[in-house]
């Protein structure tokens, strides 16, 4: 296993459309346990998507939990309901963090590690891990949902939790 560098803006894979994974083998599976890695050298953060380390692919993985990771390919988001103000950050935008709207609730599938459907309803941390990594997949930061620039505060203003 390896730790990979987090990739930061404007690295231009962070706004590319990540590939589906067709097939889950060897490869993709190391690709897996690498983010896992990579994602614990990182303390105190949730979340971490494939495009992240700089492979362009339809993988996350989430860690909220303490007992297990989440690992979700071709994750989607399939239902969204309600509307929460939070606290957000990201690997790839360092030491920033802003207030933007995300859904009190998600419902999501995708497929996990064995290539096993998976449905996730989850709300609160999760649910908002589940949407910012599936952004990730789609090219789409937190940033993005800011009406300006402006509203990024520097880390060490306050907390922020970084997904």
Known sequence: MAVFDIRVLPNPVLREKARRVSTIDSS???LIADMQETLHAEPGRAGLAAPQIGVSLRIAVISIDEKEDTILINPEIVKRSGERQVTEGCLSVPGY????TRAESVTAKALDQNGKPIRIKAKDLMAQA???ETDHLNGILYIDYLKSMDMLRKVGEEDSTEL
């Open 28 to 30: 993709i599976k190391k």
């Open 97 to 100: 963090y802003a207030e933007i």
């Open 130 to 132: 589940l949407e910012h």
